[in-house]
């Protein structure tokens, strides 16, 4: 059982940047793919960026590409979303989401994770 809490979203201003940390329970971090995904109001979940366990492997939505990085401490169980240059259209609740992982992949998919936080709000004002 991982239990995920994420933290730093926010009110900002078009252009500015906000970090979104997720931390993680248990003892087996390292054991865990991970990702973050959005959700805004009347649309589906999305992934924004996903990492694979070592934290070697990285992806991103094109929607994001460029602006969001992804990263991990292992050694602080946590989980890290840089975004920067932000647009009224990345306001949404992001979550961070885990996956049991025997190889170093990330994973696209919502139902390819096992773990889900809580959601952090990120509105982004024009």
């Known amino acids: 059982q991982v239990q995920l809490v994420e933290s730093g979203g926010g009110l900002v201003q078009a252009g500015g940047s906000l970090r979104l940390s997720c931390a993680a329970s248990g003892r087996t971090f390292s054991s865990y793919a991970m990702g973050w995904f959005r959700q805004a109001p009347g649309k589906e979940r999305e992934l924004s960026a996903a990492?694979?366990?070592?934290?070697?492997?990285?992806y991103y939505a094109d929607s994001v590409k460029g602006r969001f990085t992804i990263s991990r401490d292992n050694a602080k169980n946590t989980v890290y979303l840089q975004m920067n240059s932000l647009k009224s259209d990345d306001t949404a609740v992001y979550y961070c989401?885990?996956?049991?992982?025997?190889?170093?992949?990330?994973?696209?998919?919502?139902?390819?994770?096992?773990?889900w936080g809580q959601g952090t709000q990120v509105t982004v004002s024009s």
């Open positions: 989401a885990a996956k049991a992982a025997s190889v170093q992949n990330y994973y696209y998919r919502t139902y390819e994770y096992d773990y």
């Open positions: 990492i694979s366990r070592s934290g070697l492997s990285t």
